[in-house]
């Protein structure tokens, strides 16, 4: 099976290639594309009693399909599909009792990660100065991006090295979205997630709302 994949996958690639390779300067063509990003993540907008995150990290990858908005090729609207997985080093304890998901802060708490697995749906407004037969060039590509939570989970230890594990809280928001922005040159890419939606709904610390959001910036890859 996964020599029959490999062989695919190189016959799908080298028909790509062919295909613009055969292309000339005006022709109609799209940057469909496989993309991989990993990048460095903050919880942002935490609770006044909730320091930052310490190192926390995010990686993602999937593909994206590209529609031409004008002759050049140059200008384009892009959506796609992708899997996204975060792993959060952060400060704030979350418990999960009869269905209820209750906050607080504790300093004696050994270690505190917050993961999750999404599915990723990318929107995107492109600029690139790609032509037909042009594979190496310079884009700015920004959009919104939603993720659809499949699975999440708060882990701590106490001071007694007791571990507690709540998996797919109640007052987690499993729908969730945030502006993008990708820029640079070839395959080497900044990229942004400034998060516009809380990962929690209707949560509170100490009577304070509790509007967590998530930052990333990284680099993003694109194949084909």
Same mark, same amino acid.
């Given at each position: 099976m996964k020599k029959i994949s490999f062989f695919t996958l190189l016959v799908v690639s080298f028909s790509f290639y062919a295909q613009k390779d055969s292309l000339n300067l005006g022709d109609s063509y799209a940057d469909d594309q496989i993309y991989v990003s990993i990048s460095y993540s903050q919880l942002n907008d935490q609770p006044s009693l909730i320091s930052k995150s310490s190192f926390s990290y995010s990686l993602s990858g999937g593909f994206i399909k590209d529609f031409i908005l004008n002759k050049q090729g140059n200008i384009s609207f892009a959506a796609g599909i992708g899997y #996204? =997985?975060?792993? !959060?080093?952060h400060k704030l304890k979350v418990e999960e009792q009869n269905g209820t998901t209750t906050f607080s802060s504790d300093n004696t708490i050994n270690s505190n990660f917050y993961k999750s697995h999404n599915i990723e749906f990318p929107i995107e407004f492109r600029w690139r100065t790609s032509t037909a037969n042009e594979y190496s060039f310079w884009r *700015? =590509?920004? #959009? *919104?991006? !939603?993720l659809y939570n499949i699975s999440n989970s708060f882990q701590f230890e106490d001071s007694n090295s007791n571990k507690f594990i709540y998996k797919n809280v109640s007052a987690y928001d499993n729908l969730q979205y945030g502006l993008t922005l990708s820029a640079g040159y070839d395959e080497f890419n900044i990229n942004i997630f400034y998060g516009l939606s809380s990962i929690f709904k209707d949560a509170q610390i100490n009577n304070e709302n509790i509007n967590t959001k998530i930052l990333k910036f990284g680099l993003i890859f694109y194949f084909l």
């Open positions: #996204g =997985y975060d792993f !959060f080093n *700015v =590509y920004t #959009g *919104v991006k !939603f």
